[in-house]
């Protein structure tokens, strides 16, 4: 597994979640984007002793909302820049990323920025401020575990510091951020349903589970020291779609899928089309707070094995522990051993103040997601089958 040459740590999987935060120092609008958008193959007009080409972009007001993202090549984003292009109350989508996002039109500008080098918080307060951006989201995070643990503190934690460092500097009406129903752990001593109230008590040893906790820390200081900031976290149960890509529906896609002898947990799933409208909602509204974002329903993971049409081979907990471990070691598992506690103990989020404050009911099921995933996943199964020489 080769990683990319920016970070020579960084893993090869997840590359449009890492790269909002990593790369050079430049901002670069899209084609279409204003009069300050060079034409194909021109080359960017030189800064004048007046004003920078960023401050130029943005003199004139905007006629409608300016929303900002990290992470726009992501998954999450990429789709959420389609849904906001559309909207007509949105006058402009400002990307953070260094790679530009498979979608966007003329509403799209891109502003190349590395989150983990500190001088990034004045470079990110000059585009919010010359952008005129309202509203913030920040989504750039690991959809996957990854065994480079110094790259991904340095991606998660201290860019969302450097993130909110700038942010400070701005005039944000609205704060976003995305997160996971996976934070609460899973533990014997779970409810059936864990609440917005519930401590978030997954592995603090685990790099993937304490980089977001201490996301959701910083949002939540900066919630309450910045006034007239609306600081709202969405906790999006794990994402099944036909299009996503996750430690989850890797984990599903193998013909041999690991189950824990002797333990048949509940699971949930949130459908992509529902997380993105979850979001959505968060940018259109005001809700300030933490919520959970989950399909209707659970099943257990027997069932979900049985659905994807996959063979279970369970395993002792003893040794599944050690057997992982050495996987995760040669790059060879999907994640590390703390996430087997979630093949053992539930970890079932309630999404009840989610329908009621912010009136998000999910058109998906648990179970409509995973056979729309499981859909996708047996036509891309029978091409690689076809792509296999005989």
């Known amino acids: 597994m080769a990683p990319p040459s920016e970070h020579p740590d960084a893993p090869a999987n ?27 193959g021109e080359p960017a ?16 007001r905007p006629r409608g909302r300016v929303v900002a993202l990290t992470g726009a090549a992501s998954f999450l984003g990429r789709n959420l820049i389609g849904i906001l292009e559309e909207d007509p ?10 790679k530009p996002p498979d979608t ?16 990034s918080e004045e470079r990110v307060a ?13 989504l750039c995070f690991l959809s996957s575990p990854t065994p480079a643990t110094a790259w991904a503190h340095e991606l998660e934690s201290v860019g969302t510091m450097h993130l909110l460092h700038g942010a400070r500097q701005a005039s944000l009406r609205k704060l976003i951020l995305w997160s996971q129903t996976i934070l609460y752990g899973a533990h014997p001593t779970n409810p059936n349903f864990l609440t917005e109230k519930h401590p978030l008590r997954a592995d603090p040893d685990e790099r993937f589970f304490a980089d977001k906790m201490a996301a959701e820390r910083e949002f939540n200081a900066f919630g309450a020291k910045a006034k007239g900031t609306t600081v709202t976290i969405l906790r999006t149960a ?27 947990p509940l699971w949930q799933f949130i459908h992509e089309v529902d997380a993105i409208a979850a979001f959505k909602l968060a940018i259109d509204g005001d809700f300030p707070g933490t919520f959970n974002i989950v399909g209707d329903g659970v099943l257990p993971v027997s069932t979900i094995v049985r659905l994807a049409g996959r063979t279970p081979f369970p395993v002792l907990h003893s040794a599944a522990g050690p057997l992982v471990a050495a996987l995760w070691a040669a790059h060879a598992a999907i994640a590390p051993p703390s996430f087997l506690r979630y093949l053992r103990y539930v970890c079932v989020a309630d999404g009840e103040k989610a329908a009621r404050v912010m009136g998000f009911r999910p058109v998906y099921t648990t179970r409509e997601a995973l056979l729309d995933y499981i859909s996708a996943q047996r036509l891309r199964d029978v091409r690689l089958l076809q792509e296999t020489p005989a």
């Open 89 to 98: 109350g949105i006058a402009r989508v400002v990307a953070i990323d260094i």
């Open 45 to 60: 007009a030189p800064a004048s002793a007046e004003a920078s080409p960023l401050s130029r972009q943005a003199s004139s």
């Open 14 to 40: 997840d590359l449009a979640e890492q790269s909002s935060f990593a790369g050079v120092d430049r901002a670069a609008p899209a084609p279409g984007a204003g009069a300050a958008a060079s034409g194909p």
């Open 104 to 119: 966007g039109g003329s509403k799209l500008r891109l502003h190349s920025v590395d989150l983990t080098a500190p001088a």
């Open 126 to 138: 000059e585009v919010l401020a010359a952008e005129q951006v309202d509203t913030l989201v920040h």
């Open 238 to 264: 794990p994402i099944l779609g036909p299009t996503v890509q996750n430690y989850l529906t890797r984990y599903l896609a193998r013909r041999l899928v690991m189950t824990m002898l002797g333990f048949d």
